[in-house]
């Protein structure tokens, strides 16, 4: 199996580019998916595919992909942006084998 | 609109038991996968257990294999997790999530059913 290395946070003003990294040796074969999940709510998928992004998810939210490391770039980050940020992938070693990143809690100062 | 909703979540002493159920609405819920993921306080995401649209297929997290079972009644659109000897590493926030193209990613998630092992 593979791991998933996120930084455990980032800080940013409002208004300013966050930039959240997610780094696997095996990245350049998958596909990586981010969650917003915010206290006492339920995760919310954010992109899919390394860079798509669902219904309903603000253009400012957008994902790239460069080799081993996959990042999630917030433009004109907002307050309610406030969260923990997940990726996620797949090991690939069995029938159905989800991993997840660490997380990366993400202020707003 | 898509709704999960788990419950069943508790108190529950070490080596115990307990049944989670996800009532599932507003989508073709037996054309689905659909998965539990937990969270451990203080840590991160983990992907505990997964089970087909129809119910034959089903796979576990190593940490929970032999423990955890999962299931689904698609008369009633709702989706279980089994869990057998707890231990206090089970303490988590369990969610129920919908897998859109059984890739392995989640498009909708329930908002969580705590699950507290203590003596």
């Known amino acids: 199996s593979f791991e998933l290395t996120q930084p455990p946070s980032v800080s940013v003003s409002p208004g300013q580019t966050a930039t959240i990294t997610c780094s696997g040796d095996?990245?350049?074969?998958?596909?990586v998916y981010w969650y917003q999940h915010k206290p006492g709510q339920a995760p919310v998928l954010v992109i899919y595919?390394?860079?798509e992004r669902p219904s309903g998810i603000p253009e400012r939210f957008s994902g790239s992909n460069s080799g081993t490391t996959v990042t999630l770039t917030i433009s004109g980050v907002q307050a309610e942006d406030e969260a923990d940020y997940y990726c996620?992938?797949?090991?690939?070693?069995?029938?159905?084998?989800?991993?997840f990143g660490g997380g990366t809690k993400l202020s707003v100062l | 609109e898509v709704q999960l909703l788990e419950s069943g979540g508790g108190l529950i002493h070490p080596g115990g038991s307990l049944r989670l159920s996800c009532a599932a609405s507003?989508?073709?819920?037996?054309?689905?996968?659909m998965s539990w993921v937990r969270q451990t306080p203080g840590k991160g995401l983990e992907w505990v257990s997964y089970?087909?649209?129809?119910?034959?297929?089903?796979n576990y997290a190593g940490s929970v294999k032999g423990r955890f079972t999962i299931s689904r009644d698609n008369s009633k659109n709702t989706l279980y997790l089994q869990i057998n000897s707890l231990r206090a590493e089970d303490t988590a926030v369990y969610y129920c999530?919908?897998?859109?193209?059984?890739?392995?990613?989640?498009?909708?998630w329930g908002q969580g059913t705590l699950v507290t092992v203590s003596a």
């Open positions: 595919k390394g860079s």
């Open positions: 089970i087909s649209g129809s119910g034959v297929t089903t």
């Open positions: 999530a919908r897998d859109p193209l059984t890739t392995g990613y989640f498009d909708f």
């Open positions: 507003g989508f073709s819920f037996s054309a689905y996968t």
């Open positions: 095996a990245l350049p074969k998958k596909y």
């Open positions: 996620q992938s797949t090991d690939g070693s069995g029938i159905y084998d989800v991993i």
